[in-house]
């Protein structure tokens, strides 16, 4: 393993990774760009071991790096916002950032029972450490894991003037996803839906017990419901200028029309057919995870099968969801004037 140049804390290639609570410091790894592209989220798991991890207090990040505007890919899950966030690491414009783990363990502080100052605080350091630009680019584009959607809020008031998408796919797509992929994800939705109960981020109405009742593709519904029915919400007070709402299904079927609205939404000037050859290149032709060819076409024969096997059950949990959504007063289609109009 090559050893990792010296640490430079105005250097982007150091990212940003953990929080080392015990130290109470921002610890960084060396990351070149290159590297951050090729892997799907930003884990250890995916990125191995770094030579020379340097630990920085938390005090010295909020002393040493400026205030930054993240741009935010919110998401729901399983609605290509992976894709979308490579698609926007774009040299001499902006850099993206899949899914940081430093932003998780601000959501584990928080759960562990940290005053909200203490929280914030952190935040606040984690934002500046990841906001840091390459040379002649301004943006940085942050997809968060959705475990950390609770903190949405706080991330938006934290930086007054950023700008945010949720990306969502339809409940019936992200139930198509979650029954094709298997045992493992319908695992995953349940320990999602745990952390979100912990946040106390669900208001449906239910009670602890309901929940051992549920199937797993109803438990799937729920914490779909309760991520929609915050981001209606939160779209709402901060306004269409600031957070827009983006129908994964018509991202892509229109890569490029989409591509172009978030740009202006982001304030990203891109240069000539820039949102064509965007979504006519890499991100949107391979797959997300694997890293394989993988068009749209494949895609939709992929959910075309899914929906011929699970279908009965898709059927029946979409009709109680939309019975459980009117009775908490949530809409399934959020305000035209909230969404990112991709075709």
């Known amino acids: 393993m090559p050893d990792a140049p010296a640490f430079s804390p105005q250097d982007p290639a150091w990212l940003a990774h953990r929080h080392v609570e015990g130290a109470d410091a921002i610890r960084f790894i060396h990351v070149p760009r290159a590297d951050r592209v090729?892997?799907?989220f930003l884990t250890d798991a995916n990125l191995d071991e770094r030579p020379g991890p340097h630990d920085l207090p938390v005090a010295d990040c909020l002393a040493a790096f400026a205030p930054p505007a993240p741009r935010w890919l919110f998401h729901s899950a399983f609605c290509g916002s992976t894709m979308l966030a490579h698609a926007f690491d774009l040299p001499g414009i902006a850099s993206s950032l899949s899914e940081p783990v430093l932003l998780n363990d601000v959501v584990g502080l928080r759960r562990r029972g940290a005053p909200p100052a203490q929280v914030a605080r952190l935040a606040d350091a984690a934002l500046r450490a990841l906001g840091r630009t390459w040379p002649g680019e301004e943006a940085v584009i942050v997809k968060p894991s959705n475990v950390a959607n609770p903190l949405a809020e706080l991330f938006m008031a934290l930086r007054p003037e950023a700008t945010a998408v949720f990306l969502f796919a339809p409940l019936e797509t992200f139930l198509i996803s979650v029954a094709r992929k298997g045992l493992p994800c319908r695992l995953w939705v349940r320990e999602l839906l745990e952390g979100y109960l912990r946040e106390d981020y669900v208001a449906l109405g239910f009670g602890t017990e309901d929940y051992f009742r549920q199937s797993d593709l109803q438990v799937a519904a729920?914490?779909?419901?309760?991520?929609?029915?915050?981001?209606?919400?939160?779209?709402?007070?901060?306004?269409?200028?600031?957070?827009?709402?983006?129908?994964?299904?018509?991202?892509?079927?229109d890569p490029a029309a989409t591509v172009a609205?978030?740009?202006?939404?982001?304030?990203?000037?891109?240069?000539?057919?820039?949102?064509?050859?965007?979504?006519?290149?890499?991100?949107?032709?391979?797959?997300?995870?694997?890293?394989?060819?993988?068009?749209?076409?494949?895609?939709?024969?992929?959910?075309?099968?899914?929906?011929?096997?699970?279908?009965?059950?898709?059927?029946?949990?979409?009709?109680?969801?939309?019975?459980?959504?009117?009775?908490?007063?949530?809409?399934?289609?959020?305000?035209?004037?909230?969404?990112?109009?991709?075709?």
């Open 261 to 343: 609205s978030v740009a202006r939404h982001f304030g990203l000037a891109l240069p000539g057919d820039g949102a064509g050859a965007i979504a006519g290149g890499r991100a949107f032709a391979r797959h997300s995870k694997s890293g394989g060819a993988y068009s749209a076409d494949e895609r939709s024969a992929d959910y075309a099968v899914a929906r011929a096997s699970y279908g009965e059950e898709i059927a029946a949990v979409l009709e109680w969801a939309a019975r459980v959504a009117e009775g908490a007063g949530i809409t399934l289609n959020p305000p035209a004037d909230l969404c990112i109009q991709a075709v």
């Open 38 to 40: 090729s892997v799907p």
């Open 222 to 253: 729920v914490g779909w419901l309760a991520q929609h029915a915050r981001f209606i919400g939160l779209a709402g007070r901060l306004g269409p200028a600031r957070l827009r709402m983006l129908d994964a299904d018509r991202m892509i079927a």
